[in-house]
């Protein structure tokens, strides 16, 4: 992956290192690596901002000659890192939960020309969704290809999910109309909107794809482009995001882009950020875009690298949650926890413990604290009737927990303590 990329990168970092710092050496090597990005299928955009960013640490910089490489490269990668942070993130997870919230569907609408995998890379969002325990259905709004109908029966079918569509000819806006009736009316979290492949030149294609949305005010946009289609994919995502201004990209074929310049470009010519990309055919061959694998692949170790965001106002990666991670489910505050029991799950069967921490994705508690908490909160969503996640993510406040066996235990005289389920409380 991504060959051209690196060695562009690899040998303007090499060519700096082997000639004293003065200007019009820079210019030759920031021109030669100018070049090598173009055929990289990087931007102009791209490259301009590379360059001045690059041109301006090395002009009157004091680095020892036996270090320059790596200054270098380290500048190269701190610029390549400031492009991707200043398209910011995009939590699609959370932006549901908002949604699910106020008893609404989540409406996602899929963008981008025929035969980049519009229709393959909305099925496998689906199934990412449908694994994270939401409910989905499917519009059919590509009522123009030949087959298209169908190709999304098959993914539906195979998904289990329910698809909406109409014949070949109909108004494409009427269908996904109908999706979003259907949704509410049953209560669905997402609704998926596939459209049909316009080329971004065809004006009166693009002015039909900007009436679905004015119908059906989408949530949320997904452009969808070809890796391997390098600075036309660019092309088509700058157009696209003129006309219906999208939110994220997905990138397919991810896994066999030798030149790599496609996602660092649509990034910076949209400000939006790469959200996933497509490395292989099956359903779950759909991965979050991952900035510092993406820099590792072009520049090898980040070892004593500093790539942490630098843009103003901007929240650290610690603060948010990884764009394809599940969401945990939400509970109230909980107080400092106080034993009441030698073991924090007495009283809890086991078929409990396993259905609780499955269904939420808990996992093992690492500290005795973390066990009480655990517990308490296993003892508040039984007392709830077990709800499920689509039902509710709220487990309540456990400081109510009002639990018959614990008031019992804190009235009894403790003995020594013993080791309890998971291995905390020993003396």
Same mark, same amino acid.
């Given at each position: 992956? $991504?060959?051209?990329?690196?060695?562009? $990168?690899?040998?303007?970092?090499?060519?700096?290192?082997?000639?004293?710092?003065? *200007?019009?050496?820079?210019?030759?090597?920031? #021109?030669?690596?100018?070049?090598?990005?173009?055929?990289? =299928?990087?931007?102009?955009?791209?490259?301009?901002?590379?360059?001045?960013?690059?041109? +301006?640490?090395?002009?009157?910089? %004091?680095?020892?000659?036996?270090?320059?490489?790596?200054?270098?490269?380290?500048? !190269?990668?701190?610029?390549?890192?400031?492009?991707?942070?200043?398209?910011?993130?995009?939590?699609? #997870?959370?932006?549901?939960?908002?949604?699910?919230?106020?008893?609404?569907? #989540? &409406?996602? !609408?899929? /963008?981008?020309?025929?035969?980049?995998?519009?229709?393959?890379? !909305?099925?496998?969002?689906?199934?990412? &969704?449908?694994?994270? %325990?939401?409910?989905?259905?499917?519009?059919?709004?590509?009522?123009?290809?030949?087959?298209?109908? *169908?190709?999304?029966?098959?993914?539906? %079918?195979?998904?289990?999910?329910?698809?909406?569509?109409?014949?070949?000819?109909?108004?494409?806006?009427?269908?996904?109309?109908?999706?979003? &009736?259907?949704?509410?009316?049953?209560?669905?979290? /997402?609704?998926?909107? =596939?459209?049909?492949?316009?080329?971004?030149?065809?004006?009166?294609?693009?002015?039909?794809?900007?009436?679905?949305?004015?119908?059906?005010?989408?949530?949320?946009?997904?452009?969808?482009?070809?890796?391997?289609?390098?600075? =036309?994919?660019?092309?088509?995502?700058?157009?696209?995001?003129?006309?219906?201004?999208?939110?994220?990209?997905?990138?397919?074929?991810?896994?066999?882009?030798?030149?790599?310049?496609?996602?660092?470009?649509?990034?910076?010519?949209?400000?939006?950020?790469?959200?996933?990309?497509?490395?292989?055919?099956?359903?779950?061959?759909?991965?979050?875009?991952?900035?510092?694998?993406?820099?590792?692949? /072009?520049?090898?170790?980040?070892?004593?690298?500093?790539?942490?965001?630098?843009?103003?106002?901007?929240?650290?990666?610690?603060?948010?949650?990884?764009?394809?991670?599940?969401?945990?489910?939400? $509970?109230?505050?909980?107080?400092?926890?106080?034993?009441?029991?030698?073991?924090? #799950?007495?009283?809890?069967?086991?078929?409990?413990?396993?259905?609780?921490?499955?269904?939420?994705?808990?996992?093992?508690?690492?500290?005795?604290?973390?066990?009480?908490?655990?517990?308490?909160?296993?003892?508040?969503?039984?007392?709830?009737?077990?709800?499920?996640?689509? *039902?509710?993510?709220?487990?309540?406040?456990?400081?109510?927990? *009002?639990?018959?066996?614990?008031?019992?235990?804190?009235? +009894?005289?403790?003995?020594?303590?013993?080791?309890?389920? $998971?291995?905390?409380?020993?003396?």
């Amino acid at each position: 992956m $991504f060959d051209k990329l690196r060695s562009a $990168f690899s040998n303007a970092a090499k060519s700096l290192g082997e000639k004293e710092l003065n *200007e019009k050496d820079i210019e030759d090597i920031l #021109f030669g690596l100018e070049i090598s990005l173009l055929e990289s =299928d990087v931007a102009t955009e791209v490259i301009d901002s590379i360059k001045s960013d690059l041109k +301006e640490k090395l002009i009157g910089s %004091k680095v020892d000659k036996n270090e320059i490489e790596k200054f270098v490269k380290d500048s !190269l990668i701190s610029s390549i890192s400031t492009l991707f942070d200043a398209a910011g993130e995009y939590d699609l #997870f959370e932006k549901i939960n908002e949604k699910k919230k106020q008893e609404q569907p #989540f &409406l996602i !609408l899929f /963008v981008g020309i025929n035969g980049t995998g519009k229709t393959t890379s !909305l099925a496998k969002v689906a199934h990412m &969704l449908k694994e994270a %325990k939401y409910s989905v259905v499917v519009a059919a709004s590509d009522t123009f290809r030949a087959g298209a109908i *169908e190709q999304l029966k098959e993914h539906t %079918k195979r998904l289990n999910l329910k698809l909406v569509a109409q014949n070949y000819n109909s108004d494409p806006a009427a269908v996904a109309r109908d999706a979003v &009736l259907y949704a509410k009316s049953h209560k669905t979290d /997402v609704v998926l909107i =596939d459209t049909a492949g316009r080329m971004q030149t065809s004006e009166n294609l693009m002015q039909q794809i900007e009436k679905i949305t004015k119908v059906v005010n989408p949530d949320m946009k997904i452009f969808v482009g070809d890796s391997l289609a390098g600075n =036309d994919t660019v092309n088509q995502a700058r157009e696209f995001h003129k006309h219906v201004n999208f939110d994220g990209s997905i990138l397919t074929k991810s896994d066999a882009d030798a030149r790599g310049g496609a996602a660092l470009s649509i990034v910076t010519v949209t400000s939006t950020p790469v959200l996933y990309v497509g490395v292989g055919q099956e359903y779950s061959d759909l991965k979050p875009f991952d900035k510092e694998l993406f820099l590792e692949t /072009v520049f090898g170790s980040l070892d004593d690298v500093d790539i942490t965001k630098n843009i103003e106002s901007e929240p650290t990666p610690e603060s948010q949650p990884h764009p394809c991670k599940i969401p945990p489910p939400e $509970f109230e505050p909980t107080p400092e926890p106080t034993p009441t029991s030698d073991d924090p #799950f007495d009283g809890i069967k086991d078929d409990d413990i396993t259905t609780y921490s499955e269904l939420f994705h808990v996992p093992p508690p690492e500290n005795d604290k973390d066990a009480i908490n655990l517990g308490n909160n296993i003892r508040q969503w039984i007392k709830n009737n077990r709800p499920k996640l689509g *039902e509710s993510n709220k487990v309540g406040d456990v400081s109510d927990v *009002e639990d018959e066996e614990i008031q019992k235990h804190d009235k +009894e005289e403790k003995p020594e303590k013993k080791r309890g389920r $998971f291995g905390f409380f020993k003396k």
